[in-house]
């Protein structure tokens, strides 16, 4: 640990000896996540539709499409735990003929969903590739993400305070992360969920890499830094960006 490392973390130790809580996923409470990220309208677009939720985690989006009638929902996520109890909310709600779940799908979609992911996936671009691959031809993706990396919580659980991932270096604040966190992680990609440090800018140009036509691409002011939201100042003050792409 280099001195200025070792300095940082002693910092990080007496001002945060615990776990913090800056970071709650309290907005979407009570709330309709999908439509709150992507519009009060944005379940019209899956009636009669097949459609992919990348990244289902527990189900609640996938039963909630399957519900505004959707053809049929396929949640795909790595995690074996979330995806048995996406199962058991389907059934719950009586949609399980018309929701399934799986680590992978060949099944061509209409609609590929994704959301609060891409700032987490390890190979972001192999990842639109994917989603490219199981549409059909003309399908569409809805995506919606953040915060990005210089968002003031850009850093999830490591921003302790605003921005404290941009202030502390990645070795002080892993350290610091080790006293709370027992993986053994050292960089933000190796921490459950990953970060891959997405920034508007690099998203911006994976999607023009991609092969995608961009129906909207649209970086979401934060409402208390909406004064101040410009091209300029766009990566420090944007809440969530959300896009829509054509196969």
């Known amino acids: 640990m280099t001195f200025f490392t070792a300095v940082q973390y002693k910092i990080l130790r007496v001002a945060f000896p615990g776990e913090p809580t800056i970071m ?16 009060e309208d944005v379940l019209d677009q899956f009636k009669g539709k097949t459609v992919i939720d990348f990244g289902c985690g527990c189900g609640n989006e996938v039963v909630e499409i399957a519900g505004a009638g959707a053809r049929m929902v396929i949640g795909l996520d790595i995690q074996p735990d979330s995806l048995e109890k996406a199962r058991r909310a389907a059934t719950s709600a009586g949609l399980s003929d018309r929701c399934s779940f799986a680590s992978r799908t060949e099944v061509k979609a209409d609609i590929v969903v994704s959301l609060d992911s891409f700032e987490h996936f390890n190979d972001p671009a192999a990842i639109l590739r994917t989603m490219r691959e199981l549409l059909v031809p003309g399908g569409l993706v809805l995506i919606s993400f953040g915060p990005t990396w210089y968002h003031p919580l850009g850093g999830h659980l490591v921003s302790v305070f605003p921005w404290a991932h941009v202030v502390f270096s990645e070795a002080a604040l892993m350290k610091w992360r080790s006293h709370i966190r027992s993986d053994g992680a050292t960089r933000y990609s190796e921490c459950a969920g990953g970060l891959n440090q997405m920034t508007i800018r690099r998203f911006e140009q994976l999607v023009r890499a991609s092969g995608f036509s961009v129906e909207q691409l649209e ?3 934060i409402r208390k830094l909406r ?12 809440a969530i960006v959300r896009a829509r792409l054509r196969a």
Do not use: D, F, Q
């Open 227 to 238: 004064w101040a939201h410009c091209k300029l100042t766009r990566e420090w003050t944007t």
């Open 219 to 221: 970086p979401v002011p």
């Open 24 to 39: 709650s996923g309290a907005a979407y409470e009570g709330k309709s996540k999908i439509r709150t990220l992507m519009g």
